[in-house]
């Protein structure tokens, strides 16, 4: 049982951590103001989706 626990915290981690590489990558690559407000965005959803 615990040992299932781990795992989906090691799984929900990863998940994070994915989420985290790809928000860094929308801001980077965000040309105008405009283009970080929707990076912005997509981030934020990310999150709750992930949360």
Known sequence: M???A???VINWLS???KASD???ELLLSAEKLSDAA???KKIKKAI???A
Do not use: L, Y
């Open 22 to 24: 790809a928000s860094a």
């Open 15 to 17: 998940e994070i951590a």
């Open 48 to 50: 709750v989706t992930v």
């Open 6 to 8: 781990i795992v989906w």
């Open 2 to 4: 615990a040992s299932a």
């Open 38 to 40: 929707i990076a912005n």
